[in-house]
């Protein structure tokens, strides 16, 4: 089964893509097709989405799915009127809320308040971010080991298990500064923890996967190689747990995460705070 499903937003569209893609998750047997619409924000351009809603309504075999983060009721009225299954996300919420707290909603479209004495804390976010990123990038595959002092988590794990997205993930949304470290058959051999590394035990994490994962991924980057051959997945994966077990190294398995739960869990894990607040 097939479903389209349509995002809009007045803004980027980034929260209803997050809301929605959550609940459509818990749905793995349903395939869908996505289609994100940013900047709806006006009566028009809510009827040029609409047209568009009606004939996909009119070629598929069932109606598509709307997911709206839409402030403006005049603009996710007339969306609403579509042959689709409409969910309003912040009607759905703001009507409660309105009530609990006995108050109105200011309705401001596409806009998260920053208040000017918090300019100050905004400021040092955005710093905090831009530098854990270049901390990540400039210390990717082991690269400036000189500096794993400044690192708050150093992630290790054989080659394509997610070390570097998840990273630069932990930078941009969390201002954690991350360094990784690529464990190579010669590592592994050894069953010892590279003398990088071994000042910093208490910052390592690991990352493992399952190795026919494994394998399909390093034969889209190296098609029929030793490096991409099941074989040489299962015995890499293999030493590299025996290797975290060995000297108590927190880890996880990455195959069936996404680098946004990836690196949740490996903060929860590691008992570290984000060190800026949510973009």
């Known amino acids: 089964m097939k479903r389209k499903v349509f995002y809009l937003s007045d803004s980027t569209g980034l929260t209803a893509e997050n809301l929605g893609r959550s609940l459509l998750a818990q749905f793995p047997k349903i395939q869908f097709e996505s289609v994100t619409r940013p900047f709806i924000d006006t ?20 109606r598509p799915i ?37 108050t109105k909603s200011a309705h401001n479209v596409g806009h998260t308040p920053i208040f000017k004495e918090d300019s100050r804390v905004a400021d ?12 990540a990038l400039a210390n990717d595959d082991g690269m400036q080991l000189n500096r794993y002092d400044d690192a708050d988590i150093i992630l ?20 954690v500064k991350a360094a990784n470290y690529p464990l190579i058959p010669d590592d592994l051999e050894r069953k ?52 975290y077990r060995q000297y108590r190294i927190p880890y996880i398995d990455t195959t069936q995460l996404s680098v946004e739960e ?15 607040n949510s973009l």
């Open 66 to 102: 709307v997911i709206d983060t839409i402030v403006d009721t005049k603009v996710s009225r007339i969306i609403s009127a579509t042959e689709c299954f409409y969910i309003d996300i912040f009607s759905t919420f703001l009507s409660p809320l309105e009530k609990e707290l006995g």
């Open 124 to 135: 040092e976010n955005y710093m905090q971010r831009i530098d854990a990123v270049h901390f």
């Open 43 to 62: 009566p028009e351009k809510a009827q040029n989405i609409v047209i568009e809603i009606n004939k996909e309504a009119q070629t598929s075999q069932s």
């Open 156 to 175: 290790i794990g054989v080659s394509r298990t997610g070390k570097t997205p998840s990273s630069v993930y932990l930078g941009m949304q969390y201002g």
């Open 262 to 276: 990836i690196s949740a869990r490996m903060l929860q894990r590691a008992g570290i705070e984000r060190r800026v």
């Open 192 to 243: 010892a923890l590279p003398n990088a590394l071994k000042d910093y035990q208490k910052k390592l994490f690991g990352l493992t996967i399952r190795p026919a994962r494994l394998a399909d991924i390093r034969n889209e980057r190296k098609p029929n190689s030793n490096y991409a051959a099941l074989r040489t997945c299962v015995d890499e994966v293999k030493q590299a747990e025996m290797l």
